[in-house]
Antibody, heavy 122, light 108 residues
Framework: QLQLQESGPRQVKPSETLSLTCNVS??????????WGWLRQSPGKGLEWFGS???????FYNPSLTSRVTISITPSENRFSLNLKSVTAADTAIYFC??????????????WGLGALVTVSS | EIVVTQSPGTLSLSPGERATLSCRAT???????VSWYQQKPGQAPRLLIF???SRATGIPDRFSGSGSGTDFTLSISRLEPEDFAVYYC?????????FGQGTRLEIK
């Protein structure tokens, strides 16, 4: 059974970079017809998609966040990562990683991690 | 960006009743780009419906989806106690992927 687990610091200082990793188990991240994505959820903005990445390195980003976001993938370690730079208090949220069962980076999310609450605070 | 609006914000019903949740997009969406999720407190969203009307694995047949163009609907035929949660619709027809703000289904 596929499992996704977010890991990384739960507290980040303003202006610094938020870094999270999603470790995938129970399946290969190197599946041709699968993308892997990052999202977040906050009371103010609801559910927000950051972007999706394929094991080949192909990436789709949310245009409103692309200047601050980098999503990368490490197939050899079955994981993918999110970097969000120059964070502010508005970036405090629950961050989710998820799978998109599609050849396209735009699809639905059929498997989710448990989520990681990240707080931006000095 | 396609904005997705869900209505009502809160729906109060009793177990055994039928629930109808609406999702409206600012632009027409390919029906194969609409999905629905259920979220309970402290949990990640769970996929219920994809491609507007296909049930995800393990989802009971009391859940059904329909719609086209800009208007989509999630129906729950006979509410069970475990169905009271927040429901989100999502569009992936164009970038960025966007979600509605959610409908809270509460016990009356």
């Amino acid at each position: 059974q596929l499992q996704l687990q977010e890991s990384g610091p739960r507290q980040v200082k303003p202006s610094e970079t938020l870094s999270l990793t999603c470790n995938v188990s129970g399946g290969s991240i190197g599946t041709k017809d699968t993308y892997w994505g990052w999202l977040r959820q906050s009371p103010g903005k609801g559910l927000e998609w950051f972007g999706s990445v394929h094991f080949s390195g192909s990436t789709f980003y949310n245009p409103s966040l692309t200047s601050r976001v980098t999503i990368s993938i490490t197939p050899s370690e079955n994981r993918f990562s999110l970097n969000l730079k120059s964070v502010t208090a508005a970036d405090t949220a629950i961050y989710f990683c998820a799978r998109l069962p599609s050849w396209s980076g735009l699809s639905y999310f059929d498997s989710w991690g448990l989520g990681a609450l990240v707080t931006v605070s000095s | 960006e396609i904005v997705v609006t869900q209505s009502p914000g809160t729906l109060s019903l009793s177990p055994g009743e039928r629930a109808t949740l609406s999702c409206r997009a600012t632009h027409a969406i390919n029906a194969k780009s609409v999905s629905w999720y259920q979220q309970k407190p402290g949990q990640a969203p769970r996929l219920l419906i994809f491609d507007a009307s296909s049930r995800a694995t393990g989802i009971p047949d009391r859940f059904s989806g329909s719609g086209s163009g800009t208007d989509f609907t999630l129906s729950i035929s006979r509410l069970e106690p475990e169905d009271f949660a927040v429901y989100y619709c999502q569009q992936s027809g164009s970038s960025p992927i966007t979600f509605g703000q959610g409908t809270r289904l509460e016990i009356k």
